[in-house]
């Protein structure tokens, strides 16, 4: 007899030790009944406060909701292919990965920070709205993304220069 004995045409057989996985038996069953209702709770008051705010604040929530979908799979997504695509070729084997993932958490970032950056709906007659530096915030962040992604770089290199040497 060659091989095991289900490749030979019979299958074997579970027995109840086999099967202890499937069946959960103790607090696991009550556990996700709770999970599952608190989830229900929380989304059916989202639901509730959405409704609440009224059409025109709806409206314009679901715009920006399904605007960042489309600025991420139709701007983003592409973009850093691309850049990926060509930093693979131009940039050395040690750096790309942290390059691309400072390009990813840059481009992120950098996406969902438009309405800041750019100062969309500040007020001249309301000084509290939008009232940080968040430019001067976001170049904090992308120093600290890039000489991460420079450090992780040169520990690459040198792990790979070790390793070779």
Sequence with gaps: MKGPAHRSGTR???T?????????R???PWARTALALSGLAVG????????EVGWPNARAALVWLIGG???????????VLLLCAAGATA??????????????VLGSVTLAGIPVLGRFGAK??????????????????????L???????????????ADRG
């Design 91 to 104: 940039l050395p084997r040690w750096s790309r990965g942290p390059a691309i993932a400072a390009l990813v």
């Design 69 to 79: 979908v489309v600025a991420h799979d139709g701007l983003l997504a592409p973009a």
């Design 44 to 51: 059916g008051f989202g639901g509730y406060r959405f409704v």
């Design 16 to 24: 109840r030790s086999d099967t202890r996985h499937v069946r959960s």
């Design 12 to 14: 074997p057989v579970a």
């Design 26 to 28: 103790g607090s696991m």
């Design 124 to 145: 001249a007659d309301n000084r509290t709205l939008l009232d940080r530096p968040y430019l001067a915030g976001w170049l904090v962040l992308a120093g600290l993304v």
């Design 147 to 161: 000489s991460t992604a420079v450090i992780a770089a040169v520990v690459r290199r040198r792990k790979g220069a």
